[in-house]
């Protein structure tokens, strides 16, 4: 049984898509230059911009070595598989299709999680990998195959943001000068929100106090990290692991050898570990928006299992996520006692369930108040509900302004 697994009653598993297309990428490329070094671990993002850096620069060396061998014709040639063109080990497409055989993607289902704070199942569908509850909007769980669906390669901007501001970080940091460095830190995050807005939670996007919050979160958390003598110690310590790692296979799939793999994930578990009691004592965790310090440590492992599936042995890759505790299981979603009604926000619809408060749209990422009725547009008459705080929007259906007392 796969590691992510269905319920007896679930369909059976329809295999591995040959056409998967590109995994999700949350770092900046080898060529925009690398992420800034503030270390390999951030509540959010920052430890996927430094993991998923360095196994695409790896990558990129051994293609490099590859085409050098090539031009002295020594190059070789890619497997196929039954259905058609296999990726290579080493290829992140290749991390696609791993996570593909262990649960391929079906409509219907949820992640089998409950919420931290008001204790309801997760039953409505969810459409990124960040996972709200469906009675209070809580950040209930991070689902990591759903985040191995999209793409979330960076725009050049941000790479050039990163690389903007990395001589002045280091000598804030040389200088014990936090602030200066904290508001380096804001620039870079805020580039990061702006421009891979499919890496971090879809709340982002069109909540502005949602978003200027998240980036001083991460901002204060890489500030902590990069003043924290134990963290940077930790630091220097995944550097040698990293610098220690083996590979086999060819030039164009290198696979990490597993017995110098694990060194890397145990100084990896020290610091999700440091950096949990770090961001407590540091004031960093009352500064998240969604209140999750019980998946700080889950979305660490997830980035570095997108780092990093891709250049491991299948087996090797199945017992990281295992270990890793991403051994998740899907249940049939459950919508049918819920009160359809549409986001004046976007025009999504989605459902009410019984006794429910609040939502997050999947469409927009807005915060629905359930407290009321649906408002009515009296110019096209289509009923929506308003986001959380807002009493007038543009009707998402005819741009006609619709306030909580009517229409203006």
């Known amino acids: 049984m796969g590691l992510f697994k269905r319920k007896p009653h679930e369909p059976a598993d329809a295999g591995p898509s040959p056409d998967a297309g590109p995994s999700p990428e949350a770092g900046p490329s080898p060529e925009a230059g690398p992420a800034p070094e503030a270390g390999p671990l951030s509540d959010r993002m920052a430890l996927a911009r430094q993991w998923q850096e360095q196994g695409r620069q790896m990558q990129a060396q051994a293609m490099q070595r590859l085409a050098a061998l090539q031009q002295a014709g020594i190059g070789q040639q890619t497997g196929t598989g039954q259905q058609g063109s296999r990726a290579a080990v080493g290829s992140m497409s290749w991390a696609r299709q791993v996570l593909a055989i262990l649960a391929p993607p079906q409509p219907g289902f949820v992640k089998r999680c409950s919420c931290v704070?008001?204790?309801a199942p997760k039953k409505?569908?969810?459409v990124t990998a960040y996972v709200y509850?469906?009675?209070?909007?809580?950040?209930?769980?991070?689902?990591l195959r759903r985040a191995c669906e999209g793409d979330t390669a960076p725009d050049p901007a941000y790479a050039a943001m990163v690389n903007s501001t990395r001589a002045a970080a280091r000598a804030a940091v040389a200088a014990g000068d936090r602030d200066t460095y904290r508001d380096l830190q804001k620039q870079v995050f805020a580039a990061y929100v702006t421009h891979v807005p499919m890496a971090v939670s879809h709340r982002a996007k069109n909540d502005p106090g949602y978003r200027d919050a998240y980036v001083a979160y991460m901002a204060e958390a890489d500030t902590?990290?990069?003043f924290d003598p134990g963290y940077q110690a930790l630091d220097a310590e995944?550097?040698?692991r990293v610098m220690g790692l083996r590979y086999t296979g060819n030039m164009m799939s290198p696979t990490v050898a597993p017995d110098s793999f694990w060194p890397v994930v145990n100084t990896l578990e020290k610091q999700l570990e440091a950096g949990n009691v770090l961001y407590r004592t540091a004031g960093a965790t009352e500064l998240d928006p969604d209140h999750a310090e019980h998946l700080t440590a889950k979305l660490g492992w997830s980035a570095?299992?997108?780092?990093?599936l891709g250049m491991l042995p299948a087996e090797t890759a199945a017992e990281l996520l295992g270990r890793a505790g991403l051994t998740n299981e899907y249940v049939p979603v459950q919508a049918e006692d819920g009160q359809p009604r549409h986001c004046g926000g976007c025009g999504a619809e989605f459902h009410a369930l019984p006794g429910a408060t609040a939502i997050i749209c999947e469409g927009c990422g807005r915060r629905m108040d359930l407290g009321g009725a649906e408002i009515p547009c009296a110019a096209c008459g289509a009923v929506m509900t308003l986001p959380a705080g807002a009493d007038r929007v543009a009707c998402p259906f005819c741009q006609a302004q619709v306030e909580r007392s009517g229409i203006r």
Request: hydrophobic content about 35%; some cysteine.
């Open 117 to 119: 704070v008001c204790g």
């Open 124 to 126: 409505l569908p969810t």
């Open 133 to 143: 509850c469906d009675y209070c909007a809580s950040l209930v769980d991070y689902d």
């Open 224 to 226: 902590a990290r990069a």
């Open 238 to 240: 995944m550097k040698q």
């Open 304 to 308: 570095f299992c997108q780092g990093w």
